[in-house]
């Protein structure tokens, strides 16, 4: 009997250990996080290493090889965007003398004169890997470009020490998709007592969207035959916004051309629903905001007959842009030291 209890127990204790890792595995595979649309930025640089690149007059056969760390912070593209080929950029290199330096792709052999263009193409197989933040990649895609620098000519008679800043800048297309609940209510003012489900607010105010490009607040209002939202939008990363009507801007050289101030700090609203309904905005002769110290709102309606009593839903906004930011690193460049050799 004190054996049969034993393997009783003993099998008791097997079911329970199995069943409890079989309940972790289920816990595990389940996505780790959904709110992937948060952050600030979209397409990130960075030198790698952080450390000053230190040149030699007269070492062209020896050039200083460094890597532009290029990363993808936001959340587009993902989802149907994966196949969209929208999703373009641009990288310049400038804040140097290309007479004295000379900067190469180390993918590419050909002499770019020192602009160092570089670009990223979704269509392209290779540059799929800049996707952008999803439940499963929370660190959003990354793409390294090798590049490498060299002293084309010697620094001027009496100069022995040259110091200037290598930048650069990305041009690059992207999209914002903002989402919020909000309770809508037809008749918010009403004196009659109704059973509502949810509490009409004036005004809300959104997170970030995984995006330099964000909504911010979005007031709601009620006559008597519309609802009134009132979208307030903010550049809220450190570059500038370009038009993105224009896909010139793509090829457009930040240290050489430059942007017109036309073309800057314009943003296309895309679709603005209310659950699955549309809603009517303006600006609408061109559905382009022009933002003014990086802030500006848009002002959209429905038909209260959409909508016949209080009800928890949806609100969406698509913003498209095109967008410019920078970063930089110190170069040395120093003079070589050569000794007289003795006879």
């Not at 709110?35 to 007269?58: A, C, D, H, W, Y």
């Not at 004196?191 to 949810?198: A, L, N």
């Not at 895309?270 to 303006?282: A, F, H, M, S, Y």
């Amino acid at each position: 009997m004190k054996t049969r209890s034993g393997i009783t127990i003993a099998l008791i204790v097997s079911l329970l250990i199995l069943a409890g890792c079989s309940g972790s595995r289920t816990r595990d595979q389940q996505p780790r996080d959904t709110l992937f649309r948060t952050g600030t930025e979209g397409i990130v640089m960075r030198f790698s290493p952080q450390s000053t690149l230190r040149l030699f007059e007269k070492d062209e056969a020896a050039p200083v090889e460094f890597i532009l760390e290029v990363r993808n912070r936001g959340a587009f593209p993902q989802g149907d965007d994966l196949n969209n080929a929208k999703f373009k950029g641009a990288i310049f290199f400038g804040g140097f003398d290309k007479k004295i330096i000379t900067l190469q792709s180390a993918e590419d052999k050909a002499n770019d004169g020192g602009s160092g263009l570089l670009s990223f193409d979704f269509s392209k197989a290779s540059d799929k890997v800049l996707e952008g933040k999803s439940p499963f990649n929370l660190d959003g895609g990354i793409r390294l470009y090798p590049l490498k620098m060299f002293v084309k000519e010697d620094l001027p008679a009496g100069t022995s020490f040259y110091n200037p800043k290598l930048r650069a800048a990305v041009n690059y297309y992207y999209e914002t998709i903002a989402s919020a609940k909000l309770c809508v209510d037809p008749d918010p003012r009403s004196t009659r007592v109704k059973d509502k489900p949810c509490t009409f607010t004036e005004s809300i105010g959104l997170s970030s969207q995984g995006a330099p490009v964000a909504v911010t607040t979005i007031q709601q209002d009620a006559t008597s035959s519309h609802l009134l939202y009132k979208i307030y939008i903010k550049n809220v990363g450190r570059g500038r916004i370009i038009d993105r009507a224009d896909e010139r801007f793509l090829q457009t050289n930040p240290f050489e051309q430059g942007f017109s101030f036309n073309t800057l700090d314009n943003v296309f609203i895309g679709e603005v629903k209310l659950g699955n309904v549309g809603l009517e905005c303006r600006p609408s002769s061109s559905n382009t905001l022009k933002l003014i110290d990086n802030t500006g709102y848009v002002l959209c309606q429905v038909k209260k007959e959409q909508f016949r009593d209080a009800a928890e839903t949806l609100i969406s906004v698509k913003l498209e842009y095109g967008y410019t930011d920078s970063v930089e690193t110190s170069v040395e460049v120093l003079e070589k030291v050569e000794f007289a050799n003795k006879k």
